[in-house]
């Protein structure tokens, strides 16, 4: 068996191509490498949140999906868990918008050099990578969470976009269209860093709507609506 294996063409192409990357500083490119900005606590929690809003009306929203290995993973257990809801990726695919940005610096004394990130990104790219991992009723929206308006239920939302504004604006239109049993989710619940806006809409957001904070696995902020 083992021999058969060394035998094929694939195989034997894939380790030459492996044994010559190896003396180059390309070999980062040919090994594992954990690509996912959340930790597996953090992404057996969103596996938990997903399973848990099974029969609740809606679909699930990522709002913030940067490369679209989190939408990849949470895909990949929709069709194993066979759970038939839609996942829509929002993103500006652009990065943080000059007017959040502006308002970071101005208004919560973060450095301009902190905000840049998240720009080396393409709807194309993303749709590409989720037909590549066999990921089926996924729609990518190109869009600010500020300016979009929901047209469809949520049972289930992923709010990633960091920064305080793009925050509390995902927070109030996701809760506007939260089916009864929905669950919310903001990453960067954590004070002290450059993303800490999000940790600020959403104790604002959880105190204007007398919702108890509960700040899950160091960072994840959650609501539910009952």
Known sequence: MRRSMLSDPKTLASIGVRSLLWYTPLRRFTFYRYWYNHTPEHLSFFVKCINQTREVPGDIFELGCSN?????????????????????????????????????????????????????????????????????????????????????????????????????????????????????????CKTGTSFDGAMQAYNEFTAKHDIHPRVMHDRLGLIQRV
């Open 68 to 188: 679209g290995h989190t939408a990849v993973f949470l895909n990949r257990h929709l069709e194993a868990a066979a759970i038939d809801k839609n996942y829509y990726c929002l993103d500006t695919f652009e990065g943080f918008t000059p007017e959040d940005c502006a308002f970071e610096v101005r208004e919560r004394g973060k450095n301009p050099k902190h905000l840049g990130g998240f720009r080396s990104n393409r709807v194309k790219w993303l749709e590409y990578t989720l037909r590549r991992n066999h990921c089926r009723r996924t729609v990518c929206v190109k869009a600010d969470i500020e300016k979009y308006e929901f047209e469809r239920p949520v049972a289930f939302a992923l709010i990633d976009v960091a920064l305080y504004r793009p925050t509390l604006a995902a927070l109030e239109k996701v809760w506007d269209h939260m089916s009864p049993g929905g669950i919310a989710v903001v990453s960067n």
